[in-house]
């Protein structure tokens, strides 16, 4: 099953990727970012916020933003 | 608005970048016939070593335009697959106004603008801000900055007004970690991505990096190396008038009274920092020294010069004494010559020579 997966962080991620049937909000979360807090980040499906057992579907759109990012100076 | 917005995102290519690297991958091929045809000519003589060579040319005219290749269809697959249409922008501006509560669009300056919410870092209120991103910057994909914050309840860092956030002065938001997701997702128009990355930066505090650090925003800035050194470690000159971090503080060693470092100057002899009032000059070479260093006026070396100039003088004055008319000698033999102010003006023995050098 194919999903739009969208990472805003690290050098940042947009592309169609293949998921397993039946696969949660949470269960993506934990293969992508396995030592991030959910917390800690902005997840929407389909621009929606999104909850985390939230069961994703054919073509949704799941976007994954950290909700704190460093910056710099200079 | 979203119509708008999507005729404004439409690549410009300002900055000619597909038709540059195609431009330069067209003129390797002149080149890389030639070295084709010259690399078949040495095969069919049997030049082996001329044809090894010509080899390895081909190969890395083949891996140049291989790089330029991938970056070509890179650049204009990213743009042409990704770009969305009006319906995605309609759907990020939805989402924009739903995550801030507004969004605006300024046709003049192709602006696309929203407001966080007031931002505290570290109990520290910095007020909200305008997130601009310049859309034609954004459509023509330069490596041009798009993004402006603006601060709306602006609380400036003491020393310097540019700064009204940690990681922004001048409009200018330093993105740290943000550079490679932002750069992604405005080169892709995902908006609503775009200032939900801002946002989060402006709702971080990196206290690694800042323009100017939280601990120190209410300091003064030194007036001699610049730190900016908060309430407890900035002192105040009285002499200068000026604020001074505690590397550039200091105070006499004589009267205690505290200065900066310009206007305590140092004893030459031992090093120890003097106010002007406190420091005297050597007579003899006009250093500067503290009371304690000087005796006599003097610093430790000019004394000793001085010591050592009276004793050469005594001995040349006993000298002149000894080579003087021997018949002086013979007529007035002994006494008349010692006198009591210590200065002798004529010595006939060894007895009176060690008197008058001790004297
Ligand atoms: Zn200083
Ligand atoms: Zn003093
Ligand atoms: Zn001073
Ligand atoms: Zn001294
Ligand atoms: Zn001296």
């Keep these: 099953m194919r999903i739009m997966y969208i990472n805003n962080f690290g050098g940042g991620f947009a592309d169609h990727i293949e998921i397993e049937e039946g696969t949660t909000v949470s269960k993506l979360f934990a293969q992508k970012i396995p030592d991030g807090r959910p917390e800690d980040y902005l997840i929407r499906v389909n621009r929606l916020p999104a909850s985390r057992d939230q069961i994703l579907k054919e073509g949704d759109r799941i976007t994954i933003t950290p909700t704190k990012i460093e910056g710099a100076a200079a | 608005m979203a119509a708008d917005i999507h005729t404004q995102l439409q690549p410009i290519d300002h900055c000619g970048r597909p038709p540059d690297s195609l431009h330069l991958l067209i003129a390797e091929i002149p080149d890389l016939q030639r070295t084709c045809s010259q690399f078949r000519q040495c095969v069919g003589q049997q030049w082996h070593l001329a044809a090894d060579s010509k080899r390895h040319k081909l190969v890395r005219q083949l891996c140049r335009m291989d790089t330029a290749i991938s970056k070509l269809t890179s650049d204009l697959t990213s743009r042409s697959k990704r770009l969305p249409t009006a319906h995605d922008i309609l759907a990020d501006l939805r989402e924009i106004e739903e995550e801030f509560g507004e969004v605006r669009y300024d046709k003049r300056s192709k602006s696309l603008c929203t407001t966080t919410e007031p931002i505290t870092l570290e109990g520290l209120e910095f007020g909200r801000f305008t997130i601009c991103f310049n859309l034609s910057t954004i459509a023509s994909n330069c490596d041009e900055n798009p993004l402006n914050v603006i601060a709306l309840d602006p609380n400036p860092c003491a020393a310097d007004d540019a700064v009204v956030h940690p990681h922004v002065s001048a409009g200018h938001l330093c993105l740290g970690d943000a550079t490679a997701p932002l750069r992604k997702a405005t080169t892709e128009h995902r908006l609503a991505d775009a200032f939900q990355i801002v946002a989060a930066v402006l709702r971080t505090y990196s206290a690694d990096s800042p323009f100017c650090a939280i601990e120190n925003w209410n300091g003064r800035p030194c007036d001699d190396c610049g730190f900016i050194a908060n309430e407890d470690t900035s002192f105040y000159c009285e002499p200068c008038d000026k604020n001074f971090c505690e590397d550039c503080f200091s105070r006499c060693r004589d009267c205690g009274e505290s200065m900066c470092l310009s206007c305590l100057s140092s004893c030459e002899i031992c090093g120890d920092r003097i106010c002007e009032d406190c420091q005297s000059l050597c007579d003899g070479c006009g250093e500067v020294a503290c009371t304690g ?36 000698k013979s007529q007035e033999p002994t006494s008349r010559v010692f006198t009591t102010d210590s200065t002798v003006t004529s010595v006939q023995s060894d007895r009176l020579v060690e008197t008058s050098i001790h004297a």
């Design chain 2, 293 to 328: 260093c000087l005796e006599n006026e003097l610093c430790p070396s000019c004394l000793e010069d001085r010591e050592n100039e009276e004793i050469e003088n005594d001995d040349e004055e006993i000298e002149q004494e000894s080579t003087e008319d021997p018949s002086d």
